[in-house]
């Protein structure tokens, strides 16, 4: 049976972290549309030319690429039994793109809700992994994963975050709305540890599974 999950969230509610911990567990991809563009810029591809300024900005990309993107990355064989997305969809016109692009199965969509300031305190005081992106606390000296130089990320900066969670409910909240009435859609308290938040997620994705 097929896993199919979308984390709706905030910037710094943890989906990074909790994307990784739960797609490794149901045995699937995890598909981060933050990652794919970024390793677009730093590889100054056609696509990381277009989007640089305004991921820049805090701004969201559009969504006849975002869709695009996701298109290509979900016709992959490894996406074909189930997926994890993480920054995707952001607006309801990528939600009903998502629901054509796989074919009506049922979606679990979870919402990790953790109060603002709270976000603008861990966004601000992370840090990303030079050569292999991953996430780290500002008090970490190297990447634990391959040593590398942590930096903190163009978009990480105090008041971009704050103008980015002012994107985020004025573009993707509504998602809340769009997906609130459908069985898959649950809320998911992330402002817990994140051992916590991984157990409710996986609860929440594999209940009534024998």
Do not use: N, W
Request: glycine share 12%.
């Amino acid at each position: 049976m097929g896993r199919y999950v979308v984390l709706l969230g905030p910037p710094g509610a943890g989906k990074g972290t909790q994307a990784d911990r739960l797609a490794s567990r149901l045995g699937v991809p995890r598909i981060s549309t933050g990652d794919m563009l970024r390793e677009a810029v730093a590889a100054d591809t056609p696509l990381g030319r277009d989007v640089q300024a305004v991921m820049a900005r805090g701004d969201l990309v559009g969504d006849g690429t975002m869709i695009a993107v996701v298109g290509k990355r979900l016709g992959r064989p490894d996406a074909a039994t189930g997926f994890v997305l993480d920054g995707f969809p952001r607006t309801i016109v990528q939600a009903d793109a998502l629901d054509r692009l796989i074919g009506g199965r049922h979606v679990h969509v979870l919402e990790l809700v953790v109060p603002e300031e709270e976000l603008v305190r861990r966004v601000a005081g992370r840090r990303v992994c030079r050569p292999c992106g991953t996430t780290a606390a500002a008090h970490d000296a190297r990447c634990g994963r391959c040593g590398g130089e942590l930096v903190q990320r163009d978009d990480d900066g105090a008041q971009v975050v704050r103008d980015r969670l002012a994107v985020y409910r004025r573009d993707t909240a509504p998602l809340v709305e769009h997906y609130r009435t459908r069985p898959g859609f649950r809320r998911i308290d992330g402002a817990r540890s994140p051992g916590d938040v991984s157990a409710s997620l996986m609860e929440t994705v594999t209940e009534g599974v024998s």
